[in-house]
C-alpha cells in the first residue's frame, strides 16, 4: 500500500504544478508556485494529525462506521474544494478558448485547418 501512496504522490504534484502553472498565465508564477508549495507543506504538516485525532475519536466514541470517519470528512473536504475551484477553472478554461485562433484567420494566414494546433507533433515514423 505505502508503494502505490509514494507513486501515485510523485505523480500527483508535478501534475498538480503543470495545472497551477498553466492556470496562472499573465500571474507572477513564482509567488503562484511560493503560495501553493507553501499551502501544500500547511496541508502535509496538519493534516496527518488531524485525521490521526478524528480516527482516534471515531474509534472511541458509539458512533457507526465511526472508525471511517477521517475518511468521510476527508471526501466532504475534497469536495467542497473542488466545488469552491469549479467556478474558476471554467472561468480559465473559457479564457484560454477564447484566444484560441480562428479557423478563418488561420486560412487567411494560409493555413490548412488541419494543421491548427499540429505545428509541433513530430512524426511518430519516419517516412
Not at 6 to 33: C, H, Q, W
Request: glycine letters at 12%; aromatic letters at 8%.
Amino acid at each position: 500500500m505505502q508503494f502505490f501512496l509514494a507513486v501515485g504522490g510523485g505523480m500527483m504534484y508535478p501534475t498538480a504544478f503543470a495545472f497551477i502553472n498553466r492556470a496562472s498565465e499573465g500571474l507572477d508564477k513564482g509567488a503562484v508556485n511560493g503560495w501553493a508549495n507553501s499551502s501544500g507543506a500547511l496541508c502535509r504538516a496538519l493534516f496527518p494529525p488531524a485525521a490521526a485525532a478524528l480516527l482516534t475519536w471515531g474509534n472511541q466514541s458509539d458512533l457507526p462506521m465511526g472508525r471511517y470517519l477521517a475518511l468521510y470528512i476527508n471526501g466532504f473536504v475534497g469536495t467542497a474544494c473542488m466545488a469552491v475551484a469549479l467556478p474558476g477553472l471554467r472561468k480559465v478554461d473559457r479564457n484560454r478558448v477564447a484566444r484560441q485562433p480562428s479557423a478563418e484567420l488561420s486560412r487567411e494566414a494560409g493555413c490548412n485547418a488541419d494543421d491548427i494546433g499540429n505545428s509541433r507533433r513530430e512524426p511518430l515514423v519516419d517516412q
